[in-house]
């Protein structure tokens, strides 16, 4: 992940969860709160791995398909 800005998977995060017609509210969870998804897609803050992938499944998306958009995202 040489180069890649941790802030940039907040706004990453935020556009397929947009892309998939999903609010924070569908996100949100005992584990992760709205205004904890907020700061983290505005890059504020950042996630544990474990809520991260909390959030990814909610997302209904894969670690490696995150990833691909990252990658792609930097071509």
């Keep these: 992940m040489e180069g ?7 706004k990453i995060f935020k556009e397929i969860r ?3 017609n999903l609010h924070l509210k569908d996100i949100a969870c005992d584990e992760l709160s ?10 504020e803050s950042e ?5 991260f992938i909390i959030a990814l499944e909610r ?3 894969t670690f490696e398909e995150f990833m691909y958009e990252v990658n792609y995202y930097r071509d």
């Design 47 to 51: 996630l544990t791995l474990g809520k």
């Design 18 to 20: 947009i892309g998939h």
């Design 4 to 10: 890649i800005n941790l802030q940039e998977f907040g």
């Design 59 to 61: 997302l209904n998306v």
């Design 34 to 43: 709205i205004p904890q998804l907020s700061k983290f897609e505005r890059g």
